[in-house]
């Protein structure tokens, strides 16, 4: 089994910043693709951003790009998620995956593992 767990949630102004951090434990590989999802009430899970195993290939959602960063140390077993520019709209319970694979994948059920949620809410 993996265990992931988010952590760095909080409630920040817009314009603010956040760093999530998502680290991984049990069977898991430091070479597998690694996401970002975010659902806020009343909606959907959606993609937000995902890294490959090799940390060389990231992809991003469009209302995000230029704000928000994806990246790992592979030594820590640990992804983070770099926000910046928060909008009100960013406002959701941010979801880390694992794929059993090193490639990317914006599609949730390509995921096999999950962690608990981080909420995060961008006041006005």
């Known amino acids: 089994q993996v265990q992931l767990v988010e952590s760095g949630g909080g409630l920040v102004q817009a314009g603010g910043s956040l760093r999530l951090s998502c680290a991984a434990s049990?069977?898991?590989?430091?070479?597998?693709?690694m996401g970002w999802f975010r659902q806020a009430p009343g909606k959907e899970r959606e993609f937000v951003a995902t890294?490959?195993?090799?940390?060389?290939?990231?992809s991003y959602t469009d209302s995000v790009k230029g704000r928000f960063t994806i990246s790992r140390d592979a030594a820590k077993n640990t992804v983070y998620l770099q926000m910046n520019s928060l909008k009100p709209e960013d406002t959701a319970v941010y979801y880390c995956a694992a794929r059993a694979y090193s490639l990317s994948s914006p599609a949730t059920s390509e995921y096999s593992y999950w962690g608990q949620g981080t909420q995060v809410t961008v006041s006005s």
């Open positions: 890294i490959t195993g090799s940390g060389f290939g990231t």
């Open positions: 049990g069977r898991t590989s430091s070479s597998a693709a």
